[in-house]
């Protein structure tokens, strides 16, 4: 009882890496995925070579890696609009995500969802999301859902911090935990939530994560930027929901380097200074963590240079199986409606 | 062949029908507010608690927006849920979950999603509940692609059309009128009695006009066509029974033997599924037609609690038999 009162700020120390070298690997290679596949994103979008709306996760890659890391493939996961992050962190293909932004048929979705909308049912996620916080029940649903079948899987539900203001939270979150279901609840702050700071339009003292002592949930406060610190507490988090003890609140504190979405502007000239963008550009998740990776004598310069070369030419693959692939043929639109 | 029957009420029918298909199917589950411990506000789940426990029948918090996104996600992920949504006019609450998500999911996902989500829910006005707590919101749902909408009339539609719901891999919504739930009816006594979605009943045969009418409208329509068959107007009474699918073919034959149509449904008229089904059958009836298709729905006002005014707001016999007079000689309507 008392424990739900607690706010436990998290920061690793920045001096060691004390998680096996091949999960470094996956976590630093996942991060970098991500960062390379936006970069791709940003450059097919300025191209003209994929339509909607691009909410790029630049900055924020050790949030999802580091919760995600802690997940079994079967877990499930519900996203947001700014999902690509979260998809590739639980194993996304992204050849498979580009070809979908791309709306081509040999995307996840068949070219029917969009950046908004990627699923992979057979990773457990169960989509990005147009709606903020439209997650919040479905994860709560699928948590639920395992528990009730008895498979011990968790449900993770990211979310900013601008849909902790909804409704959909309070909703979710008290009967996660009046059931006690295995629910991690991620807010991910990277302070706006579109062109509005946080701050001043979130009721709290200092933390969003404070909501979480209104539902009898624990919560922690972490550096979103530190993979090491928010995949240690996920992993200690997922072991509690596992272990039927219910839901908690996770703040991942962060920040994204781009606007809201591509093309909406130079953040930096209307709602945000740039010597705060300067103090996060140095908390790059990224860097930090192979810098931590070279002290902990798991790889060199050269290496990382070599993983970097691997990965950027896979995204190159990426979007070239989406350029290549066709749309779906007109009567695809009428397909899928109904299951 | 007739098949062997048992007289039970409309609330009954639910019951049975979830009872049946719990005992049929582990992965399906039913949650609501006050459903469980009190069987409903209308009492039409009591004792499932004590066949089925609490895992699988819950009472939930006073959240519609929550439980109805519980039961998306637990619906992706293998189980099928039936949520109850205690008076129609909640489902407001919970419809970015219904319209946003669980309608879009197969569509959105290319097929890899499928959510087999059962929602109950009520409609109907006629016991001063006032304007929060009597409306016939089934126009909304029947407006999205993606969900598929039942309106039962009889204790034997909401059984049969119910179960196969439940079995569907889609999302559903059963309207019930609460105003029915002690109407009694025959049910077919067989095992596994379901009716698939989409196909209209005639509940009386007639050959001057078809009255396409839904939920307790069929009972109005019914009572009016014995009134007008003692002015010789054989009235024919089609209830499509799901409005989503519709199944135009029957009203159409009915048309095309009839050649004159009234639409009565209990919702607010403008907009809503009277409007639809007169301009699908004034579209695809229009050479069988010899006059105008006519409507009859709630005025187009918030229900009224007053017993002094409630009644008039909505379609009764006496206006359906008036409409139809109508269409016959130059009585004012
Ligand atoms: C229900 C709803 N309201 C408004 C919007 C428009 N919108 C899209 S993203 C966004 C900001 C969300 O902020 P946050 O939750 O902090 O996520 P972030 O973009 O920072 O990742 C808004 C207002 C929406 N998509 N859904
Ligand atoms: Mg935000």
Redesign the pocket.
Known sequence: MSESLELITTSSDEGTLPLPEPLCREIYEKMLTIRRFEEAVLEVYTQGLMRGLA?LYIGQEASAVGICSALNDDDYLTS???GHGHLIAKGGKVDRMMAEMMGKVDGYNRGKGGTMHIADMSLGILGAN?????GMGMATGAALSGKMRGTGQVAVCF?????IN?GAFLESANLASVWSLPVLFVC?N?H???YTA?KDVTAVREHVAERAAGFDMPAMVVDGNDAVAVHQTAVEMVERARAGEGPCLIENKTY?YRG?HVGDGDPEKTYRTQEETDTWLAKDPIPRFARRMMKAGMVDEAELESIDTTITKRVEDAVAFANESPYPEAGEVTDHVFA | MSLPERQITYGEAVREAIAEEMRRDGTVFFMGEDVAVAGGVFKVTVGLLDEFGEDRVRDTPISEAGIMGAGVGAALTGMRPIVEIMFGDFITIAMDQIVNQAAKMCYMTGGQASCALTIRTTIGAGRSSAAQHSQSLQAWLSHIPGVKVAIPSTPADLKGLLKTAIRDDNPTVIYEDKMMYGLKGPVPDVEDYTIPFGVADIKREGSDVTLVATSSMVHTALKAADELEREGISAEVVDPRTLSPLDMDTIVRSVEKTSRAVVIDEAYQSYGVTGELASRIADEAFDYLDAPVKRLGAMDVPVPFSPGLEPQTIPDEEKLVRTVQGLFHDVPV
């Open positions: 909410h947001t609009h700014r147009g709606i903020v916080g439209g979310f900013g911090d601008g849909a909804q991910e990277n706006y939530g579109e946080a994204r809201h």
